[in-house]
Nanobody, 121 residues
Framework: QVQLVESGGGLVQAGGSLRLSCAAS????????MGWYRQAPGNQREFVAV???????NYADSVKGRFTISRDNAKNTVYLQMNSLKPEDTAVYYC???????????????WGEGTLVTVSS
């Protein structure tokens, strides 16, 4: 069973930085995409950033220029470097991995349990 374990959340002042990590384990197939989503209290989960296995990236407009996603394919680990944090970035951040297999070409999404990021003003 695929497991995703996030780390790196915490409390930071506005303007500060945090780095999130997410390590995936249990997959015998390559991980196609890895990404980050977040959910603030009272809001729906929203897309933050994604990185393909080849290194292409995409970001939500709200984080462009401030957040950087990267991955280490050898370690099945994805990172999210968050700079210039704002109070509105406060949320639980969830790691996502999308894995396709020969029996399921559409693939499946796997999620971590989330890590809380709190940005104080």
């Amino acid at each position: 069973q695929v497991q995703l374990v996030e780390s790196g959340g915490g409390l930071v002042q506005a303007g500060g930085s945090l780095r999130l990590s997410c390590a995936a384990s249990g997959s015998i197939f390559p991980i196609n995409t890895m990404g980050w989503y977040r959910q603030a209290p009272g809001n729906q989960r929203e897309f933050v950033a994604v990185i393909l296995s080849g290194g292409s990236t995409n970001y939500a407009d709200s984080v462009k220029g401030r957040f950087t996603i990267s991955r280490d394919n050898a370690k099945n680990t994805v990172y999210l470097q968050m700079n210039s944090l704002k109070p509105e970035d406060t949320a639980v951040y969830y790691c996502n991995a999308h894995i396709a297999t020969p029996l399921n070409l559409r693939g499946m999404d796997y999620w971590g349990e989330g890590t809380l990021v709190t940005v104080s003003s």
